[in-house]
Nanobody
Framework: VQLVESGGGLVQPGGSLRLSCVAS????????MAWYRQAPGKERELVAT???????DYADSVKGRFTISGDNALNTVYLQLNSLKPEDSAVYYC??????????????????WGQGTLVTVVS
């Protein structure tokens, strides 16, 4: 499974961005998609998740400001970032937990990461 993010950029505090993550590959299905972020000198942190059943979860720091959504198969997932703050500046990564099943008998779980997209919030 390959993931490609887009949508990052430079924005002023209070502004908005929408990040996109597109999954591609063969014979796969997505069980869960997540967005992580990593600021310089800090550990990567979980921002939001969405399951194949549609349930979502958010880090406390972004609740009420960020919204994760996706198509039914979660092949495309979005992260809407509103009311951005300077502390939201980071590289945002898409992460997928997927099932690969090329045949009825053969299947296995994989985890995939995108290359990241940079969000910078500055006055």
């Amino acid at each position: 499974v390959q993931l490609v993010e887009s949508g990052g950029g430079l924005v002023q505090p209070g502004g908005s961005l929408r990040l996109s993550c597109v999954a591609s590959g063969r014979s796969f299905s997505i069980n869960r998609m997540a967005w992580y972020r990593q600021a310089p000198g800090k550990e990567r942190e979980l921002v939001a998740t969405i399951s194949s059943g549609g349930s979502t979860d958010y880090a406390d720091s972004v609740k009420g400001r960020f919204t994760i959504s996706g198509d039914n198969a979660l092949n495309t997932v979005y992260l809407q970032l509103n009311s951005l703050k300077p502390e939201d500046s980071a590289v945002y990564y898409c992460n997928a937990a997927a099932l690969i099943q090329p045949t009825i008998e053969a299947r296995w779980n994989v985890e995939a990461w995108g290359q990241g997209t940079l969000v910078t919030v500055v006055s």
